[in-house]
T-cell receptor, first 113, second 111 residues
Framework: DVKVTQSSRYLVKRTGEKVFLECVQDMDHENMFWYRQDPGLGLRLIYFSYDVKMKEKGDIPEGYSVSREKKERFSLILESASTNQTSMYLC????????????FGDGTRLSIL | SQQGEEDPQALSIQEGENATMNCSYK?????LQWYRQNSGRGLVHLILIRSNEREKHSGRLRVTLDTSKKSSSLLITASRAADTASYFCATTTGANSKLTFGKGITLSVRP
């Protein structure tokens, strides 16, 4: 089975801090994704990557950056955390593109105080 | 912008009953996928149906797709308390398009 592991289930940070969320997948998938999930808004795509060192903006990239130095690892970076970035963050990976299912980690619930 | 919209937003049924959830979308799709999310967990892929397919089955799950009405339904037969979760439909509009999720349906199955 595909395993997508997010480094933290819960994280509390302060406004202005630089925050790193890590995600690792063990199935050699080409594509990796970062979403945030908020009540009433569903899942929104922040960034995705289709290869090492390659990245594309999703629907809501402002205030975020990503890093993919190795195929199995995709990091989400909050450059200067703000309270409106308090959310559930979900990482996913997929072998193909739109015709393949995405496999999700258990999420990181991030609180910015 | 939201592509898929699920209906109803919440559904409560008794164990053993069937649960039917609907998803409508606005533009032509390449495929439609259903996911389940247990409380506090990530999403789990349930089933993918392509635009040229009308029905797919997986265990107690049955998914239909009506492209003329731009809608899909997910039927869970003989529901169990363990089916209690949120269910999301997600669509892609082309071979290289991203997956767009709906806001989800909360299903409660009472023992």
């Amino acid at each position: 089975d595909v395993k997508v592991t997010q480094s933290s289930r819960y994280l509390v940070k302060r406004t202005g801090e630089k925050v790193f969320l890590e995600c690792v997948q063990d199935m050699d998938h080409e594509n990796m994704f970062w979403y945030r999930q908020d009540p009433g808004l569903g899942l929104r795509l922040i960034y995705f990557s289709y290869d090492v060192k390659m990245k594309e903006k999703g629907d809501i990239p402002e205030g975020y950056s990503v890093s993919r130095e190795k195929k199995e690892r995709f990091s989400l970076i909050l450059e200067s955390a703000s309270t409106n970035q308090t959310s559930m963050y979900l990482c996913a990976s997929a072998q193909g593109w739109s015709n393949q299912p995405q496999h999700f980690g258990d999420g990181t619930r991030l609180s910015i105080l | 912008s939201q592509q898929g919209e699920e209906d109803p937003q919440a559904l409560s049924i008794q164990e053993g009953e069937n649960a039917t959830m609907n998803c409508s979308y606005k533009t032509s799709i390449n495929n439609l996928q259903w996911y389940r999310q247990n409380s506090g967990r990530g999403l789990v892929h349930l089933i993918l149906i392509r635009s040229n397919e009308r029905e797919k089955h997986s265990g107690r799950l049955r998914v239909t797709l009506d492209t003329s009405k731009k809608s899909s339904s997910l039927l869970i037969t003989a529901s169990r308390a363990a089916d209690t979760a949120s269910y999301f439909c997600a669509t892609t509009t082309g071979a290289n398009s991203k997956l767009t999720f709906g806001k989800g349906i909360t299903l409660s199955v009472r023992p």
